[in-house]
């Protein structure tokens, strides 16, 4: 059995939406109507790491986050989560390093993060020693234990 086609019509609803761009946002009352989500923003998240610290030292540098009172700084704060998309720790240590040092700079690792323990000839005397003593790793000790 075929069916006919209804033709839908959908409404077309005429919103004049008001997009303006971040850096335009001047006052600590319009932060606040864009964290609310009352205004229609468009925005994208920086993409580089040093990309976002400049932003974030511009906001800083244009609200003098330093003589805001606290509840501005909170604003200005949730502002900066929202554009970013840092945590608010992040935002904290980050706010911290322009108020001791007067700029935000990024720094990468240098290290991995964990230090060595046994150097390769500490491995290779261990090897050693296991092979003279007929003692099996640690493994190879878990896997036989588990297998009887």
């Known amino acids: 059995m075929l069916t006919s086609r209804k033709n839908i019509i959908l409404p077309l609803i005429t919103m004049a939406v008001l997009l303006i761009s971040v850096e335009s946002l001047t006052t600590i009352e319009e932060l606040e109507h864009f ?36 509840p501005d700084k909170g ?14 720790q ?17 720094q990468p690792c240098r290290t991995n993060g964990f230090s060595t323990i046994y150097s390769t000839k500490d491995v290779k005397l261990l090897a050693e020693m296991d092979a ?4 099996l790793g640690g493994l ?3 896997k036989n234990s588990t297998e009887e």
Do not use: C, M, P
């Not at 923003?41 to 040093?50: E, P, R, S, Y």
């Not at 604003?75 to 970013?84: E, H, W």
């Not at 003279?132 to 003692?135: G, Q, S």
């Open 35 to 70: 964290i609310e989500g009352n205004q229609a923003v468009a925005f994208t998240v920086l993409g580089d790491t040093n990309e976002r610290y400049q932003f974030i030292q511009k906001t800083l540098i244009k609200f003098r986050y330093i003589t805001l009172k606290k």
């Open 75 to 88: 604003i200005v704060n949730q502002y900066l989560k929202k554009v970013t998309g840092y945590s608010r």
């Open 90 to 106: 992040q935002l904290t240590r980050l706010i911290k390093q322009y108020k001791d040092v007067g700029r935000i700079n990024w």
């Open 132 to 135: 003279r003593h007929v003692i």
């Open 140 to 142: 190879l000790i878990a």
